[in-house]
């Protein structure tokens, strides 16, 4: 984990770095990284873990988000901030980075991965600078990312709390598998 988080870490420092000093289109260019770089990072976790139940987590995780967020862009018609089209809203690339980052931090719980949140916020302020998305549009990116992670990734070790309608009201399940 300490060699993912150094990455990870110096990766994103590194491109802020160089985004300040360059202007807008190296804003956009750490975004495309970091929109890459963090699932790449989650699916090689997943692998390299012999993780397959993981694999397939993230490949719902991240299907989902990227299928969600085309779909909305092309029935709200947002016109970006810098006038280069009408698919502003959300910002598939902050939902990317946060899918990625949601996935990793839950799946693997017990190795702490919060630090890509960070990289995912970088994400998401690059997008900005970059004069690609007005703030509501990574907001509702990253929401929309961090919601589909949540739903399809389950902890790798531990139990799941879940809540079912009842006859009265609602009951708190919380399961676990045996083996």
Request: aromatic share 10%; no cysteine; hydrophobic share 45%.
């Amino acid at each position: 984990m300490k060699y993912t988080k150094a990455l990870v870490l110096t990766l994103a420092t590194s491109l802020a770095g160089l985004a300040n000093a360059g202007g807008t289109q190296s804003w956009s260019n750490v975004s495309d990284v970091l929109a890459i770089g963090l699932p790449l990072v989650a699916a090689g976790k997943a692998l390299t873990s012999g993780d397959n139940e993981g694999v397939k987590e993230l490949t719902y995780s991240l299907g989902t988000t990227l299928v969600a967020a085309e779909t909305l862009k092309a029935l709200i018609h947002e016109k970006r901030p810098d006038g280069s089209g009408n698919d502003s809203f959300p910002s598939g690339h902050t939902a990317i980075a946060f899918a990625a980052a949601r996935f990793m931090d839950k799946r693997y719980a017990p190795e702490a991965y919060p630090f890509l949140y960070a990289a995912a916020g970088l994400t998401a302020l690059a997008r900005v600078k970059a004069d690609k998305h007005f703030t509501k549009d990574v907001l509702a990116g990253a929401g929309l990312g961090y919601a589909s992670a949540e739903y399809f990734t389950r902890p790798l070790s531990g139990g799941a709390l879940s809540l079912m309608p009842a006859k009265s009201g609602f009951a708190v399940l919380w399961q676990k598998p045996l083996f």
